[in-house]
């Protein structure tokens, strides 16, 4: 097993939550780095024609790094902040490109105008200009993938077998984590 517990992404950015207890490569960082960054690399390149049709102009490559929380709150605190980063990063560019693309805006009258903007004043120029509320956004967009490993039962076998699920979810509030405290453990 991999000890992986749950990954949390958005953009060109992913975490990866290892058990405490995990043993993989004898928890030596730039072995767990390396192979993490390599696996994640091939398998986004594998996978990316069953997400996207545009086809990769040139091979995409991530950086890593290991980072040991020393509690449980540490752990949540930074993945909140990641899902916050996510926020704020996808309500800037839905607004930059909806006055762009519907607002006829060129990209240089664009960032001036958000220069020094709100996440409210951003959602009142969707709104009152545009007409879109940022809420009816995919969640995707809003608040990132969280993959975690849940059972099922297979029904030829009867047996369990884990299977990933992909959430687009809040993970900043206390609900998702207590309704799965494994992950954290």
Not at 58 to 61: A, V
């Given at each position: 097993s991999s000890g992986i517990?749950?990954?949390y992404g958005q953009s060109d950015e992913y975490s990866f939550v290892f058990?405490?207890?995990s043993t993989l490569y004898s928890r030596r960082a730039s072995k767990i780095i390396s192979t993490v960054c390599s696996m994640f690399t091939g398998h986004y390149v594998f996978n990316w024609s069953?997400?996207?049709?545009?086809p990769l102009k040139?091979?995409?490559?991530f950086d890593g790094r290991v980072i040991l929380y020393p509690t449980e709150r540490d752990l949540r605190n930074y993945l909140s902040w990641r899902q916050a980063d996510c926020h704020i990063n996808n309500l800037y560019n839905t607004c930059f490109w909806t006055l762009v693309q519907q607002g006829g805006l060129t990209t240089q009258q664009a960032e001036k105008r958000l220069n020094g903007s709100f996440s409210a004043d951003k959602n009142e120029i969707l709104f009152s200009e545009?007409?879109?509320n940022y809420n009816d956004e995919p969640a995707v967009y809003r608040k990132g993938s969280t993959i975690v490993r849940t059972s099922s039962v297979?029904?030829?076998t009867q047996r369990?077998?884990?299977?990933?699920?992909v959430l687009h979810c809040d993970i900043i509030g206390d609900a998702f984590w207590e309704e799965r405290p494994e992950l954290i453990v």
């Open positions: 517990n749950a990954e058990k405490r207890t069953k997400f996207c049709s545009t040139s091979p995409p490559s545009f007409g879109l297979d029904e030829e369990k077998k884990k299977v990933l699920e």
